[in-house]
């Protein structure tokens, strides 16, 4: 009698111990084995609850299809399957490495109801990977270049995130010529400036970055619109304009001895050892100070990757989080990952003072213990209050990792667009902002939120972006 | 991009660089700093424009060589090479207003930070008063700064065999302290800025809050990529929470947290001693590329 496959397929894990000792990616992936094998589990429902839960409704039965149809020629599986996420999603190689999963595609996944669901993300990141390794991707595109019309329209894009790079990758195919302004001395964004290579190979952005100049497309690093153009001066060159800066600026306690040294956002000790690679200090000119005892606060992703950070520059780690267990906001994978690594949590914790040495330093951080009530707040997480009661833990070096603003170098620079009291930007159903031309999408939008949405947003952007142009050709 | 059109030792441990960057010198105004990224394994740091030219496209940057990356911008950069990356102008520009008589004060290499800023204060009718607190051999900008201001003085010494900057630096406060009580006594300033280490502004500053005159100072936090996204120049002014990048860097003296400015700029010392003797034993065996 055949049985129902309830298990995942499971995928190869770099031992704790190796991955300790550097930035090497931790999950390896599938092979064609057993990614055939994992694809096999999937029920072909149809309609797909998957491809609902998917921000941008990859047709995921469908790309599974092509996976298991041709199990006796890799290529021809792997080229066909691509096709199909590509027709939503040109970076599955990222999203299929830091999708939350578990709150998306899988998490309405049929098999998930009696087993454990599809591992969809990384059945993804095969097919991915397995293009590139064998030159499918590049192929692939090759079909595609020549068939793209150019045309005169020029569409300026700023910042090189997953918003900014989506939306001109999509707006490229379409024959528009475009040129990204990025800030900082690399594209990528949080991609390369915040995400490490364990979970996110450097190279894997490389290849995107590859693809999209293939296409067409001028990325300006050192660009900071605002400064070194104005946005005016976008308006009158381009016919066009997409914001996808991101949320750009860290949120800091305003608590006593918040600027004391050894506290770093982590979004500037993220940067440090990410884009500036102070790990290799001083073969690498950054340099980073990580003390024995390090505190990170918060519980996001941002959290986790500080957290698992800081563990492989050697010191003992310790997350301190206001609220409990259950309303951690980090993807799954990086908790358990994080816990594996030997980094400790502490919960109901809300600091209330950093205390320094003589010098400066911080030693210890002063917290609040918290309880929970049984009431929830607006986003279904348990409100907590104050016990009266204060813990001090000892550290020597703080990580702040409680999220993230808007820009303010662009509420500064362009106070005549519209958005909210937190600066985030407004935007219509085509993602147009009050400016004509000027369209918005990722972080920049939303506040913080996640790459496969940015990308999302870039996408829809690029068609409403489209739209207005033809618009503009027929008026004019 | 940024091809080194010319570089030139101005005066002992000051290096010129005079840098094609038109973009940079369309936009940028006194007040204004950039990043620099000089090399691929390098660090971000951050420089000021000294004089630009919009038609010509070019900026040109002086460093005091300090540490590591001035040091080897000066051992393996030459005219023709190319600077990797060079983003800006960063910062606020400096206010354009008339303030009346200026003190407009530099300590050391802090003078050429001051330069831009003193000659278009002057071009707006204040009348701005220049002083340059160095050693001797260190002197920059003198000619220009005759041309450009009301009056411009240098406050300087010779170096003696076997002085060391803690002497150095003590000499250079106790000189300064002096003549900007001289200064301000004579001149009556309507408003003294500076520009130079924080120890040294806040040296200044003592002096200065005696008479209660307003000040503004040109912070120098630690930097890393300038565009306000990583909180690393956090400075604590009036109280609040600043980030030297974008709010700044300019700043009224009097509501700066001295101390905790110092003991910030002052955190990575012992790993910038570090990179330097790398750098240094590397150069020694011939291994610098
Ligand atoms: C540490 C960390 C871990 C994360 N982990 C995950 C994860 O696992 N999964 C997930 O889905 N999401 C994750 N996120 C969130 C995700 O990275 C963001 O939602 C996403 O990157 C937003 O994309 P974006 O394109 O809108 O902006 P960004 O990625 O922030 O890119 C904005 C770009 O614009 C540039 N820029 C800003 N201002 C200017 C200007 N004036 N001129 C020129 N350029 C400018 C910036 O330098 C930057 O390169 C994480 C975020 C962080 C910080
Ligand atoms: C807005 C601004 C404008 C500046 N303009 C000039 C200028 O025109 N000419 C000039 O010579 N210097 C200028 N500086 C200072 C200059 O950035 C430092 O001299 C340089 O970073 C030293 O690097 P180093 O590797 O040679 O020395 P290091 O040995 O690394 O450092 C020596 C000292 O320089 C400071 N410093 C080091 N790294 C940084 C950094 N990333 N950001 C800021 N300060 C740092 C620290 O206080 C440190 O103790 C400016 C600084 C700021 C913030
Ligand atoms: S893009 Fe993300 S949410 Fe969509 S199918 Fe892929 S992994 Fe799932
Ligand atoms: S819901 Fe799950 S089982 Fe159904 S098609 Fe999607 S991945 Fe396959
Ligand atoms: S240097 Fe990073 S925020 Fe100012």
């Known amino acids: ?476 | 991009m940024y091809e080194i059109l010319e570089k030139r030792e101005i005066a002992a441990n000051n290096v010129l660089y005079k840098i094609h960057a038109p973009h940079i010198a369309r936009k940028v105004q006194p007040g204004q700093f950039v990043v620099v990224r000089a090399f691929e394994n390098g660090e971000r740091i951050p420089l000021t424009p000294v004089m630009w030219d919009a038609e010509e496209g070019w900026i040109t940057l002086v460093t005091f060589i300090r540490g590591r990356t001035t040091l080897r911008m000066n051992m393996e950069l030459q005219e023709g090479d190319k600077i990797l990356n060079i983003a800006g102008p960063l910062g606020n520009p400096a206010p354009m207003k008339k303030f009346g008589k200026i003190l407009a004060i530099g300590m050391i290499t802090g003078i050429v930070e001051v330069y831009p800023i003193a000659k278009a204060w002057q071009e707006i009718g204040n009348e701005v008063i220049t002083l340059h607190i160095v050693p001797e051999p260190m002197i920059i900008l003198k000619e220009d700064l005759e041309k450009a201001v009301s009056k411009h003085i240098v406050e300087s010494f010779p170096l003696k065999e076997g002085m060391g900057m803690p002497e150095i630096f003590k000499e250079l406060v106790t000189r300064g302290q002096a003549k900007v009580r001289e200064l301000i006594e004579k001149e009556k300033p309507d408003l003294v800025f500076m520009v130079g280490p924080a120890r040294g502004q806040k040296a200044i500053f003592d002096v200065v809050k005696e008479y209660g005159i307003p000040m503004e100072v040109d912070l120098h936090p630690i930097m890393v990529d300038g565009t306000g996204m990583c909180g690393a120049c956090r400075v604590t002014v009036g109280g609040e929470v600043k980030f030297a990048c974008v709010d700044g860097p300019s700043f009224n003296a009097y509501e700066v947290n001295w101390e905790e400015l110092i003991a910030r700029s002052e955190f990575y010392a012992d790993l910038e001693k570090e990179a330097l003797e790398d750098y240094l034993t590397k150069l020694q065996q011939g291994g610098a590329q």
């Open chain 1, 1 to 476: 009698m055949m049985t129902l496959i309830k298990e995942r397929v499971p995928t190869p894990e770099r031992p704790v111990e190796e991955r300790l000792k550097g930035f090497m990616e931790v999950n390896l992936g599938y092979t064609f084995e057993l990614a055939v094998k994992e694809a096999e589990r999937c029920l072909q429902c149809s309609p797909a609850p998957c491809t609902q839960g998917c921000p941008v409704h990859i047709d995921v039965p469908g790309f599974i299809r092509k996976l298991r149809e041709n199990r006796d020629n890799p290529e021809k599986a792997v080229k066909e399957a691509l096709e199909v996420i590509w027709a939503c999603n040109t970076l599955p190689a990222i999203t299929g490495r830091v999708c939350p999963q578990e709150d998306q595609c899988e998490a309405v996944c049929v098999m998930g109801k009696v087993g454990e669901p599809i591992n969809i993300g990384k059945l993804e990141r095969f097919v991915a990977d397995y293009a590139r390794e064998k030159g499918i991707d590049e192929k692939l595109l090759q079909e595609i270049t020549p068939k793209i019309e150019k045309k005169k329209e020029k569409v300026a894009v700023i910042g090189a995130g997953p918003a900014g790079l989506t939306c001109a990758a999509e707006l490229a195919k379409e024959g528009y010529q475009v040129t990204i302004f990025e800030a900082l001395h690399k594209p990528g964004g949080v991609l390369v400036y915040g995400i490490p290579e364990f979970r996110l190979p450097k190279e894997t952005i490389e290849k995107e970055l590859e693809k999209l100049k293939k296409l067409g497309v001028e990325i300006k690093t050192d660009y900071v619109v605002g400064r070194t153009v104005t946005f005016d001066e976008l308006l009158e060159e381009y016919d066009a304009v997409f914001i996808g800066t991101g949320a750009g600026t860290p949120k800091l306690l305003n608590i006593p001895g918040i600027n004391l040294n050894g506290i770093y956002s982590a979004n500037e000790f993220l940067t440090r050892v990410n884009l500036m690679k102070a790990y290799a200090f001083p073969e690498y000119e950054t340099p980073i100070k990580v003390g024995k005892k390090v505190i990170v606060i918060g519980a996001g992703n941002t959290a986790m990757d500080a957290a698992r950070t800081a563990r492989r520059l050697g010191a003992e780690v310790t997350i301190a989080y206001r609220r409990g267990e259950e309303d951690v906001t980090a993807r799954v994978e990086e908790v358990a990952h994080a816990k594996e690594e030997g980094v400790k949590f502490e919960f109901f914790l809300n600091p209330v003072e950093f205390i320094g040495d003589e010098n400066g330093r911080v030693k210890a951080v002063k917290f609040m213990k918290m309880k929970p009530l049984e009431e929830r707040d607006a986003r279904g997480k348990r409100k907590i209050v104050p016990t009266g009661e204060t813990v001090v833990l000892e550290a020597d070096t703080v990580i702040i990792a409680i999220g993230k603003t808007t820009s303010k170098l662009l509420r500064m620079t362009l106070p005549q667009i519209e958005a909210d009291e937190h600066g985030v930007i407004k935007v219509n159903e085509n993602m147009m902002t009050n400016i004509p031309g000027v369209f918005a999408g990722g972080d920049a939008i939303r506040g913080e939120a996640t790459v496969i949405l940015a990308m999302g947003d870039g996408r829809k952007a690029a068609k409403g972006i489209k739209q207005y142009l033809e618009e503009k050709r027929k008026s004019s």
